[in-house]
């Protein structure tokens, strides 16, 4: 197929000789390829298309071009026009960007929760400065002729959308394009120029050893003497001035971590005191899946998983401290219940009482369920046995029956469900042993009673015993349905011990000892 050869296919060297021939492109196809200066290279989204460097205060002009702030004002200080075409540009035509991340800090649409990447068509708006994706805006907001933020609830027009990037339109993203790289303008700041300069900086210094004290020192003698921290610093604060004058909205930081449904409702813990605990085992998979998807970015590295403030809590066995709480009851004739909980085995439904009870979601709800002889059934808001959810809404979590605890006495605690794996927000306390509910229902604490063996017997409040309290309880009478004939009402529930927040107190002490002892050992 080649030139005078056996080949059935035509090498580099040949397509790229004079008298090449394209069936799309016809002849001289090497001739019409030199007519461009620089090779095609793009931008990818994230970038600042001045320091070509990803962008941590994005803004963009009226044309869609994106520009770290730090970077673009000192330039428009000096030449006032924009550096990729050179039309003039001031600091008031700016629009400051407002893109949604997920947890892994990647930056995504805030609507459909897709990932941006550099083949995504996003567009913003210029009274809000959200980022979504096209697709997004162009279903829920031109086709529905509905013009308000997605986010914000703000109205906008069609001019107010200001397209970052257009996949069928490249050419805005090439940098062979760019008016300042063409002209070789050098716009790198004061400081980066120093930051060029300092080997310091260009050097890997955890290779050096004690060359590496030398180095740092020798740098620290070369540095200009003749720098103004003053000047630096009321640089600094004029670039945050303006930074806070461009902000059309009420947002108050440049990005924002949008949390998905899943976590919207999760009360916020403090991470994990001890670091070297918070690490899975088993890795984030991203090597497998970037070799196996061209959508990824590749990763060549194993790494180990990290784990999530709640995903680390929630192991089972890990907080074995026993949780307590009060259950008031309306009419108080009934008495109150002493609750105990525990997190060693159902570390996830403990979780969820827990949050649940510090937001009050349990405040004057009816148990709508009274069976004697069985059991006493509640937690639902709506009072049907049909609503409640957990604070993982609107998912469910998981059954947790493995484990010593059994529905082998009175007053036991578990959760109600519509099957496996469906738990919410409903709860029931047995009267009697039920050994046909085991591995049924999560077991997650018990009422105290007389003969329990605990630090907050009932014998040692003020309070009734929670045994006095269920027979109450069970001779309400109960129509057919097991419908309580009279109501009984949830008044609210105290936490008198926090298992999770005990443990974290915990950790946290026991990493300054830790902590205290490397010092020591260092300074000795």
Known sequence: MGKGTDKLYITHSEWASEDAYSASAGSGVSQSNNNSNAPFKLLPFN????????????????????????????????????????????????????????????????????????????????????????????????????????????????????????????????LSSFKYLKEGTDTATPEQKRERNDPSKNVNTAALGNGAAILKARSKKEQRPDINPDALASNRESISRITSSLSKSSTAATTTTTPTPASATKSALPPPASSRNAHARHTTGLAAASLTSTGLTPHTTADLATLSQET?????????????????????????LTLELAPEFAPKACYNFLALVKAGYYDNVPFHRNLRNFMIQGGDPTGTGKGGQSIWAP??????????????RRGVLAMANKGKDTNGSQFFITYRPCPHLQRKHTIFGHALLDDDNSPLSPSSLSSPSSNDTLKNLENIPADEKGRPESQILIKGISILLDPFEVYLKDEEEREGVEEAKRREAAAG
């Open 395 to 408: 998912k469910n979590f998981e059954d947790e029956v493995d484990g010593p605890l059994k529905f082998d």
């Open 47 to 174: 970038f600042c298309a001045i320091s070509l460097q990803p962008f941590t205060h994005p803004v963009c002009s009226p044309e869609g071009t994106i520009f770290d702030i730090t970077n673009i004002l000192p330039w428009l200080k000096k030449h006032g026009t924009n550096p990729v075409n050179g039309a003039p540009l001031k600091q008031g035509d700016l629009i400051k960007l407002t893109f949604a991340k997920n947890e892994d800090g990647e930056m995504m649409d805030p609507v459909t929760f897709k990932m941006f990447t550099d083949n995504t068509h996003m567009v913003a708006l210029k009274n809000t400065g959200n980022v979504f994706a096209y697709d997004t805006v162009e279903r829920l907001n031109i086709k529905a002729k509905s013009w308000r933020d997605l986010v914000s609830e703000e109205e906008f027009g069609r001019k107010d959308i200001v397209t970052l990037q257009d996949p069928q339109n490249v050419e805005s993203r090439n």
């Open 312 to 336: 680390y809590l929630l192991q089972p066995r890990r907080v074995k401290t026993k949780g307590y709480l009060s259950l008031a009851l309306s009419p108080a004739s009934l008495g109150t």
